[in-house]
């Protein structure tokens, strides 16, 4: 019997969720910061960022797979943006 999870064709679909999820959690620091509470979402993005990339690189379609890791790579890399936009906006 086949494991719909281990099955090639659900790496893509994981992959475009991890990246998905990364931009979900740039929305409480750039939306609803509070100083006193601020939100801890955004460490996830560099985490979600690399399990994308991995999920991408086992796609088999060359296209998907190389646009998949283009953007779990810039999920991953995002965290200095984030914290560089969100210092602009809020300060310091």
């Known amino acids: 019997m086949k494991n719909s999870i281990s ?5 893509p679909t994981l992959s475009i ?5 990364g931009l979900l959690c740039w929305i409480p620091n750039l939306f609803f910061y509070d100083a006193n509470n601020p939100s801890l979402f ?3 993005t560099p985490v979600l960022g690399a399990l994308g990339i991995y999920f991408a690189i086992k796609c088999r379609n ?3 797979k190389n646009t998949l890791i283009v953007l779990n790579g810039l999920i ?3 965290i200095g943006l ?4 969100g210092t602009l906006i809020w300060g310091p």
């Open 76 to 78: 991953a890399c995002s």
């Open 82 to 85: 984030v914290f560089f936009i």
């Open 17 to 21: 969720i991890c990246f998905l999820l």
């Open 7 to 11: 099955s090639k064709n659900s790496y």
């Open 42 to 44: 955004i460490f996830l």
């Open 62 to 64: 060359k296209s998907l």
